[in-house]
């Protein structure tokens, strides 16, 4: 273990990699926020969501390539790459000068991105062994909680005060402070890898997750779920995908090898991923369109909506943390966990136009307390599954697993959520109901502000119906990470525990460090 040999240099390590964790998690975040400004400028508004579609793309396509890649390679060189095709992607988007140029770079800056997730938990997976590891996922949940609470915050801070593209360069000096720390403090075995790049499993593998994320992108939205275009997509998408199984069982290096799936727990935690991706996305998304809707909160702040789920979700986190690297033991945290989800889920479906804040809240924090046993654990079982040479393999497979299911759960929870609004509103509201809704089930404040009295109300019940639909359906989805997780096998934790003497050489000094 290399932390052993630079005790003073791994909380250096930590900050610079929650830096760039922070990174990936914060851009989409802040440029939501920044989009109107950005049309007003730049025009192209019928090419608005492949701003997002573009960036979510490339990410999600490159997520594995890069896992391998620190494979081969080397985990330090790899991930500075990848900082540093974030940086150029965000400085080229700062400085766009039409919509397809922006599309464009943001597809460079995702590809960026898509390096980064992968490379902060193999590297933490390099640095500290799994029993110790636990102390760390409250770092990193407050990472995200961070993130999803700040985003929006800050991107309307930075859009009002300096200029759109600033959204963009503010990426710069903390790329730089990550590169500067990695690059300076970060000591990790050169690779030399004689083996060559699995180029074909790679463009069948990026092929079919392109197809699946335009499918969940589209489908519902700008094309219906039955059409030519979607039908020939899921053709593609499956015909790829199937063609990369094939094709993984015969590559002398497989970018994804298929022998990592053989460990049951390793499966299983790719099956509970993809479900926490599901529900976490889909209900980040709903809960504040439902409290700016019918509870009448402020669309400013809202990433302060989701604080119930978020803080409940970083507390739990850093006591299963600490408990795990007390004890060396996890399985409890995956099925209280799951159980959690379930419950939550359907509390959260229970909402309607009476419900309060307060009660919104604590449902919110039973969901987020399911999170929070589930969010890094899973990471953490993953990656003590597999050997040291598949640990990049299995840190994106991990974060692929999640990326999609979060893609599904936008697609599936949205499109079930707006078929429930527009019903509703045809129903309490006739043909103007219809015709409120028949663009976009989704309305802004000033939106809302602008229907009549009836109109509006009938609106509140659409909501409520529509994310009584979701949060049943995300409900449901759930309820396989439970059974999941029964099955999850408790293998012991690699890496020593404290009461050894192999803990005492390698956990004091990371311990020292923070």
Not at 208 to 235: C, F, H, K, R
Not at 298 to 308: I, Q, R
Not at 466 to 490: R, W
Request: charged share 10%; glycine share 12%; net charge neutral.
């Amino acid at each position: 273990m290399q932390e052993g040999k630079q005790p003073k240099s791994v909380r250096v390590v930590l900050l610079a990699l929650m830096i760039a964790m922070m990174l990936a998690m914060l851009d989409n975040m802040i440029i939501g926020t920044a989009m109107p400004t950005i049309v007003g400028e730049l025009g192209g508004l019928e090419h608005l969501s492949w701003v997002v579609t573009s960036y979510t793309l490339a990410t999600a396509a490159s997520t594995p390539i890069w896992g391998k890649l620190g494979d081969l390679y080397g985990r330090k060189g790899v991930f500075l790459s990848s900082i540093v095709l974030f940086l150029i992607g965000s400085v080229l988007s700062g400085m766009a000068q039409d919509m397809g140029q922006l599309i464009a770079f943001r597809a460079v800056q995702g590809l960026g991105a898509g390096g980064l997730m992968v490379g902060v938990m193999a590297i933490i997976g390099d640095l500290i062994p799994p029993r110790e590891r636990g102390k760390y996922q409250g770092m990193m949940a407050g990472v995200m909680a961070l993130a999803m609470i700040g985003g929006p915050l800050v991107g309307g801070t930075i859009t009002d005060h300096w200029g759109w593209r600033w959204t963009f360069y503010i990426n710069l000096p903390l790329g730089a402070v990550a590169l500067v720390a990695i690059s300076a403090v970060l000591h990790l075995p050169k690779k030399r890898s004689e083996a060559r790049i699995d180029y074909l499993g790679a463009a069948l593998l990026t092929v079919g997750i392109t197809a699946i994320v335009l499918v969940t992108t589209w489908g519902g939205t700008e094309y219906a779920w039955t059409s030519a275009v979607i039908m020939e997509l899921i053709g593609i998408g499956v015909a790829a995908l199937v063609g990369f199984v094939f094709w993984q069982a015969r590559a002398a290096e497989p970018i994804l090898p298929l022998h990592i799936f053989r460990s049951r727990n390793f499966t299983l935690m790719s099956v509970i991923g993809f479900i926490v991706g599901f529900v976490m996305f889909g209900a980040t998304l709903f809960l504040p369109l439902y409290q700016q809707s019918v509870q009448g909160a402020s669309a400013t702040n809202s990433g302060l909506l989701l604080l119930p789920m978020l803080g409940a979700m970083l507390v739990t986190s850093m006591v299963a943390g600490r408990v795990t690297t007390q004890t060396g033991r996890y399985k409890a945290f995956p099925v209280l966990g799951g159980a959690l989800l379930v419950v939550g889920l359907y509390l959260l479906s229970l909402m309607d136009t009476e419900t309060s804040r307060l009660t919104s809240g604590v449902y919110m924090a039973v969901v987020g307390l399911g999170m929070g046993c589930l969010m890094q654990i899973t990471m953490l079982v993953a990656q003590n599954s597999v050997e040291m040479k598949d640990m990049g393999v299995a840190s994106s497979s991990t974060t692929l697993f999640r990326t999609l299911g979060s893609s599904f759960g936008v697609a599936i929870m949205g499109a079930l959520f707006n078929h429930r609004v527009q019903d509703v509103m045809a129903e309490r509201a006739g043909a103007l109901g219809s015709k409120v809704t028949e663009q976009s089930a989704q309305l802004d404040a000033a939106g809302l502000a602008q229907l009549p009295a009836a109109v509006r109300e009938a609106y509140q019940h659409a909501v409520s119906a529509g994310t009584h639909g979701a949060f049943l359906l995300g409900a449901a989805v759930a309820v396989p990470a439970l059974v999941a997780a029964v099955f999850v096998k408790e293998v012991p934790l690699k890496g020593a525990g404290p009461k050894t003497e192999e803990a005492g050489a390698t956990a004091a000094p990371v311990s020292e460090a923070v």
